[in-house]
Nanobody
């Protein structure tokens, strides 16, 4: 199982970014996917999750209405569209999945929201 995130960067408050996570090594369309984040000195937290078909999505209260999780099973990719970004969204963002009782993580992509 391999997960690789991309799309992070430096953005001003109020700006937008779109993160991508490309998966390989398992049947992507059969598994739920999750985005988490970890800020310096803080615990890793769940940001958003999406079911295998994309029919069910869940968000942390802190990002509801601003972030959208989606997936393209034909491309083995899950996305996180982030709008109205705030300085408190600054963190390393990771995609992950639970496959055969093991949770796999990508290396992460850094998002920095600053003026």
């Amino acid at each position: 199982v391999q997960l690789v995130e991309s799309g992070g960067g430096l953005v001003q408050p109020g700006g937008s970014l779109r993160l991508s996570c490309t998966a390989s090594g398992f049947t992507f369309r059969s598994y739920a996917m999750t985005w988490c984040r970890q800020a310096p000195g803080k615990e890793r937290e769940l940001v958003a999750a999406i079911s295998s078909t994309g029919g069910s999505r869940n968000y942390a209260d802190s990002v509801k209405g601003r972030f959208t999780i989606s997936r393209d099973n034909a491309k083995n990719t899950v996305y996180l569209e982030m709008n109205s970004l705030k300085p408190e969204d600054t963190a390393a963002y990771y995609c992950n999945t639970l496959y055969r009782s093991t949770r796999y993580w990508g290396p992460g992509t850094q998002v920095t929201v600053s003026s």
